[in-house]
């Protein structure tokens, strides 16, 4: 178990991988401080990455910062949630930013979790493929009063179960929302009081 507060953290690779901070199989409780991942030669930047079959990895952030950016990575990710994780974000503001691929929160992986209230994620200003968030096959998400942001799409779903409620969709919606619960959400100047709104291409 891993718990802190307030520490700042940078990862980087010359080769491959550069994680910020990264859980394996354990619980996390991480509160406030800043999470960076990234350097020009990393193929990919993940600022905070849940690798968790069994056991919840739940940071409660309350800080500003969580970012991957810099230019010349392949894929970043301010969150990333996979292989059957459980991830919860509360508070905070998590980037992706200047590379070639962008999500400020990626869940993937057969009865990965990932809970959100109370947060900015957002996707912006690199070269193309900005998500907001990216919610896999056979994944669960739960969002709550908070905003989405992706310069590409706000939310990708490829058929992942859950609920948005109390959610600003800044940004289309994409993939496959069949399985989505949705209660007041807005996206530009549409208020959508019990459905979601519509998927585009």
């Known amino acids: 178990h891993v718990s802190a507060t307030g520490i700042e953290v940078e990862g980087s690779s010359a080769n491959g991988t550069g994680y910020g901070f990264r859980n394996d199989s354990g619980t996390a409780d991480l509160q406030g401080g800043r999470f960076h991942a990234g350097s020009q ?110 310069n590409d799409y706000a939310l990708d779903t490829e058929g992942s179960s859950g609920r948005l409620r109390f959610v600003y969709l800044n940004g289309v919606l994409t993939g496959d929302a069949s399985k989505m619960s949705c209660n007041a959400v807005s996206q530009d100047s549409n208020f959508y009081t019990n459905t979601c709104p519509p998927e585009v291409p």
């Open 41 to 150: 030669d990393t193929a990919d930047a993940i600022a905070i990455f849940n690798n968790s079959n069994q056991v919840a990895f739940a940071p409660s952030l309350m800080a500003r910062e969580v970012w991957a950016s810099v230019g010349g990575s392949d894929n970043c990710y301010a969150m990333r949630n996979e292989a059957g994780g459980a991830a919860m974000l509360v508070g905070g503001e998590f980037w992706a930013a200047v590379c070639t691929r962008n999500y400020g929160a990626y869940n993937t992986g057969s009865g990965s979790s990932l809970e959100i209230n109370n947060a900015l994620i957002n996707s912006s200003g690199g070269f193309d493929n900005f998500f907001g968030l990216y919610a896999g096959t056979d994944t669960e998400i739960h969002i709550s009063n908070s905003e989405l942001r992706g």
